[in-house]
Structures are given as C-alpha cells and as structure tokens.
C-alpha cells in the first residue's frame, strides 16, 4: 500500500514539473511571438492606410487654403506625392505652430510638412528628412533703382525691415538705415511708392510675390549664398519612414514632379 501510494506521487511530482515546463515553454514562445510582430514605422503607416500629418493651414504659399477653402500650397503638395509614393493616403491636421511641436511630442502626427527650418537644437530631438526646399536673404530694390546693386550698397540707404528679424541684423551690418514694416507686403508697398530704397526678406517670399503679381515693379539685385534648409520633421527612432520619405523625395526630383511643384507655387527650383 505503501509502495503504491509513493508511486502515484511520483507519478503526480513528473506530471506537475512536465507542466511547468510547458508553462515556461509558452511564455517564451509569446514573448518571441511578440517580438517578431513587432512593426517598424513604416509598416505602422502603410498597415492604417494613411500618414498623419502636422500643417498650419495659414502660411501661404506652403500650407494655406485657397478660394475654395481647399487646404493647398507647396509643402502639402510635397506631402500629398510623397503619401501617395508611400501606397498610403494623407491625413492632414491643422494647427498652430506651437501644437505642432507638441502635437508631434504627444505622437498625434508621424511627420510635420509646414516649412521647418533645419537647426542643430532641433536635430537634437527630432529627425528631418532631406531638406527639400532652400531659403536665401534676398536684397529686393524697386524696378528702375540702378544704385543699389548689392548689400554693401545699402549703407546710407532706407531698408524696410522688421524690426527684431535676422534680415534686419543684415542690414544694419551693411550700413542701411532700418525702417519698421510689419511684414513683406508692408515693404513692397513701401518700397513701390519710393518710401524706402529697399528690403531684405525671404528670397521664396519674393519669388511667391513675382508669380502672384508679375507686373509689381521691384527686383532682386542681391541674395546671401548660404541659404535655410527646410525638411519634414519626425520624432527620432523613425527610421524605416524617414528613409522611405527620402526615397519618394529623389524620385520626385528625379522624375520631374518636385520641379513641377516648385513652378507651380515659385516659377523656379527652390531646391537649392
């Protein structure tokens, strides 16, 4: 009786450790299965069907809407054919630049197309796609001004400016005196009615202003050669969607689609 008691527990002690090891077996086997269905970014995107993406809404000609409230401009273009590469469909969120940045912190968007300046402290957080359009200092002078053919020409000079901006800086360096704008349209005007002899602004701003009003009567006689880099803008780690992004851009560039949307909103490649 003895004997036959001592074997059924044996025979229980083989039945319980063979299920433990079962047990063990399985958690494994979940934590690996886990493991391997964990998806890159990209495959996040393509597996939801559409990218996320952060825009104002209000910065023409990058990102505004037109007469017919439709969102438009250059970067959301840039946006849509580069989804569109992507296999997947866009999904535009509008707000102000500030809910941009913590939008994108809160990861409501996979990426920001709205303009953004390649600077190291953002590098620091965020990753950046290949920039895909440069901004320069641009020295703009009404049509029949024959004096001021370069920045050191300004020194003496009215230049409407405003008045904490970088361009102010520039021209205060090169002798101008600074007269406050508010804006670059409040410089065109004043600059058109012979107020001031010239302004230094964005050089994209005034090929936008030449394609809207071809007959405003101002030129470009000047421009600094190290321009702003602008990119995409993505939270760090990203980095299946980030080079898939980069891809679609060099094939966009390649093909000619990126310098038909340059034409489109600039009447020139603002790629460089």
Same mark, same amino acid.
């Given at each position: 009786?003895?004997?036959?008691? &001592?074997?059924?527990?044996?025979? &229980?002690?083989?039945?319980?450790?063979?299920?433990?090891?079962?047990n063990?077996?399985?958690?494994?086997?979940e934590?690996?299965?886990?493991?391997?269905?964990?998806?890159?970014?990209?495959?996040?995107?393509?597996?939801?069907?559409?990218?996320r993406?952060?825009?104002?809404?209000?910065?023409?000609?990058?990102?505004?809407?037109?007469?017919?409230?439709?969102?438009?401009?250059? =970067?959301?273009?840039?946006?849509?054919?580069?989804?569109?590469?992507?296999?997947?469909?866009?999904? !535009?969120?509008?707000?102000?630049?500030?809910?941009?940045?913590?939008?994108?912190?809160?990861? +409501?968007?996979?990426?920001i !197309?709205?303009?953004?300046?390649?600077?190291?402290?953002?590098?620091?957080?965020?990753?950046?796609?290949?920039?895909?359009?440069?901004?320069?200092?641009?020295?703009v002078?009404?049509?029949?001004?024959?004096?001021?053919?370069t920045?050191?020409?300004?020194?003496?000079? $009215?230049?409407?400016?405003?008045?904490?901006?970088?361009?102010?800086?520039?021209? +205060?360096?090169?002798?101008?005196?600074?007269?406050a704008?508010?804006?670059?349209?409040?410089a065109?005007?004043?600059?058109?009615?012979?107020?001031?002899?010239?302004?230094?602004?964005?050089?994209?701003?005034?090929?936008?202003?030449?394609?809207?009003?071809?007959?405003? $009567?101002v030129?470009?006689?000047?421009?600094?050669?190290?321009?702003?880099?602008s990119?995409?803008?993505?939270?760090?780690?990203? =980095?299946?969607?980030?080079?898939?992004?980069?891809?679609?851009?060099?094939?966009?560039?390649?093909?000619?689609?990126?310098?038909?949307?340059?034409?489109?909103?600039?009447?020139?490649?603002?790629?460089?």
């Amino acid at each position: 009786m003895k004997k036959l008691s &001592l074997m059924i527990l044996l025979a &229980l002690s083989m039945v319980l450790v063979a299920a433990c090891g079962n047990n063990a077996n399985n958690n494994k086997g979940e934590a690996g299965t886990e493991e391997s269905v964990k998806k890159s970014s990209l495959d996040v995107v393509k597996a939801t069907g559409k990218l996320r993406i952060g825009t104002e809404g209000t910065y023409a000609p990058f990102t505004y809407h037109d007469a017919n409230g439709k969102l438009t401009g250059f =970067d959301v273009e840039i946006a849509e054919e580069i989804t569109k590469r992507l296999g997947v469909e866009p999904e !535009f969120t509008e707000t102000q630049w500030d809910g941009l940045v913590a939008g994108m912190d809160a990861k +409501r968007f996979d990426v920001i !197309f709205n303009e953004v300046s390649i600077r190291d402290d953002r590098k620091a957080k965020y990753d950046f796609s290949d920039p895909y359009i440069v901004s320069k200092a641009a020295l703009v002078v009404s049509s029949d001004n024959n004096e001021i053919k370069t920045f050191a020409d300004l020194k003496g000079k $009215k230049s409407g400016q405003s008045l904490t901006s970088n361009l102010a800086a520039i021209a +205060r360096e090169n002798g101008a005196e600074i007269v406050a704008v508010d804006g670059f349209n409040q410089a065109i005007d004043l600059l058109s009615s012979g107020r001031i002899d010239a302004t230094i602004n964005d050089s994209l701003s005034f090929l936008d202003l030449k394609k809207k009003k071809p007959d405003v $009567k101002v030129k470009q006689v000047d421009e600094i050669a190290e321009g702003s880099q602008s990119a995409a803008l993505f939270l760090k780690g990203n =980095d299946e969607l980030v080079k898939a992004v980069n891809e679609a851009l060099t094939e966009m560039k390649n093909d000619g689609t990126y310098l038909k949307i340059s034409k489109k909103y600039f009447g020139a490649d603002v790629s460089k």
